[in-house]
């Protein structure tokens, strides 16, 4: 069974510039989770999204945005890119009703 | 408020036992996970306890909680050099909408 899976793999912008980036769940998981892990903040919660609506979000600011799809793969956008936006990106997936929140291996996003 | 804590570094001795800690803050959790990262990775789920359980054994992997001192911990038996990995600790509390609160990971070194 394919895992989660992100892309791209590694991204670099500029400060001000917008990012994408992408997130396929495991096949049946409708649940999406994005989390940032940023040098010496840790593992922050970003948002979640379970049948295409948005469920709960992180202490982040407005220009941290996303969306699900219909097969419920995800986007997450980044407007106005700054410094501190350089992290690494996970996504997760869970089942519905489901607890256990399974990550792609991430996207690096470096901002310039 | 909600926090998680765990001590930074641990080295064992190949062969030996491996015991991680994390203490967290709130009473209210639910569910309690152990992750592991490997470099360059993304996060491997390698089991979890619910709060109304106080251990739960798979394979060489022991999760120990203890509710009254807000302890969990996670024990590797004869642990092996592919073990080498940071270790993050995370909570989902009480009205969390599933958002994993992390501790700042345990780096394992596995020596000869």
């Known amino acids: 069974e394919a895992g989660v899976t992100q892309s791209p793999t590694h991204l670099i912008k500029t400060r001000g510039q917008q990012a994408t980036l992408r997130c396929s769940p495991i096949?049946?998981?409708?649940?999406v989770y994005w989390y940032q892990q940023a040098l010496g903040l840790g593992l922050q919660f970003l948002l979640w999204?379970?049948?295409?609506?948005?469920?709960n979000r992180g202490n982040f600011p407005p220009r941290f945005s996303g969306r699900q799809f219909p097969n419920y793969s995800s986007e997450l956008n980044v407007n106005a890119l700054e410094l501190e936006d350089s992290a690494l990106y996970l996504c997760?997936?869970?089942?519905?009703?489901?607890?256990?929140?399974?990550f792609g291996p991430g996207t690096r996003l470096t901002v310039t | 408020g909600e926090d998680v804590e765990q001590s930074l570094f641990l080295s064992v001795r190949e062969g030996d036992s491996s015991v991680i800690n994390c203490t967290y803050t709130?009473?209210?959790?639910?569910?309690l996970y152990w992750y592991k990262q490997e470099p360059g990775a993304g996060l491997q789920l390698l089991t979890y306890?619910?709060?109304?359980?106080d251990m739960k054994q798979d394979q060489r992997l022991t999760v120990l909680l203890n509710k009254k001192d807000k302890h969990l911990s996670l024990r590797i038996a004869d642990t092996q050099t592919g073990d080498s990995a940071i270790y993050f600790c995370?909570?989902?509390?009480?009205?969390?909408?599933?958002?994993?609160?992390f501790g700042a990971g345990t780096r394992l070194a596995v020596h000869p």
């Open positions: 306890i619910f709060s109304n359980m």
């Open positions: 999204y379970d049948e295409g609506e948005e469920r």
């Open positions: 997760a997936s869970s089942l519905p009703g489901n607890y256990e929140q399974y």
């Open positions: 995370a909570v989902i509390f009480s009205g969390g909408y599933n958002k994993l609160i």
């Open positions: 096949s049946g998981h409708t649940s």
């Open positions: 709130d009473s209210s959790s639910t569910y």
